[in-house]
């Protein structure tokens, strides 16, 4: 596997696991990642949120770590990737709103280049309108947004993914070997 230039978008209360698990698992197998947020610079930090299943009605939010981005914002060209990541938790619910955003990730389904979306990062996908005619799995939650995007929710397990064309997505965290590995095999073609 040679290595990708991969872009990764995150913010405040991304959830930690979806963020520094592919962070890592990228890194560890040669690709260069670029971790950015909105009105941040390489070096400055994203609080994240640890989110868990208890057998309550939702997931429980617990604080996670400090996230260092590598890369600034402002100076992003998305041409200059080969790949996009769009962790979940509640960073999307924000980012959607920032059109940079999401004219980054328009540029990623223009060109047919590989996107990983997890968990709530449907969200950005949804506002982003790149998903009609697509099957996309997200936190169930998500199924409205995805649906009204003029996409087609796949209802999976949580520790299942879906691989539409050049887009991948999963339900949540306990999904990274299924999400990553079908991500690995996008990243290869």
């Keep these: 596997m040679s290595g990708k230039k991969i872009l990764m978008i995150t913010g405040d209360f991304t959830e930690d696991?979806?963020?520094?698990v592919p962070?890592?698992?990228l890194m560890a197998v040669g690709h260069t990642v670029d971790a950015v947020c909105p009105d941040r610079k390489a070096g400055d930090t994203v609080a994240t949120a640890i989110h868990d299943f208890e057998g309550d009605q939702t997931y429980t939010e617990k604080p996670g770590h400090r996230f260092a981005l590598t890369a600034d914002f402002d100076s992003v060209d998305p041409a200059s990737?080969?790949?996009?990541?769009?962790?979940g938790g509640r960073a999307p619910e924000y980012l959607r709103l920032n059109d940079q955003v999401l004219k980054m990730v328009k540029h990623f389904f223009e060109t047919e280049k590989p996107v990983a979306a997890i968990c709530h990062g449907a969200q950005i996908l949804a506002a982003a309108g790149v998903l009609k005619g697509r099957k996309c799995s997200a936190y169930p939650a998500c199924q409205p947004e995805v649906e009204l995007a003029g996409g087609s929710f796949a209802t999976i397990e949580v520790d299942q993914a879906v691989t539409d064309a050049n887009l991948v997505t999963a339900?949540?965290?306990?999904?990274?070997p299924a999400w990553l590995a079908q991500f690995f095999k996008l990243l290869d073609r």
Excluded: G, N, R, S
């Design 17 to 20: 696991y979806e963020t520094m």
């Design 23 to 25: 962070f890592q698992a």
């Design 81 to 87: 990737y080969d790949a996009l990541v769009i962790p």
């Design 171 to 176: 339900p949540a965290w306990p999904a990274h």
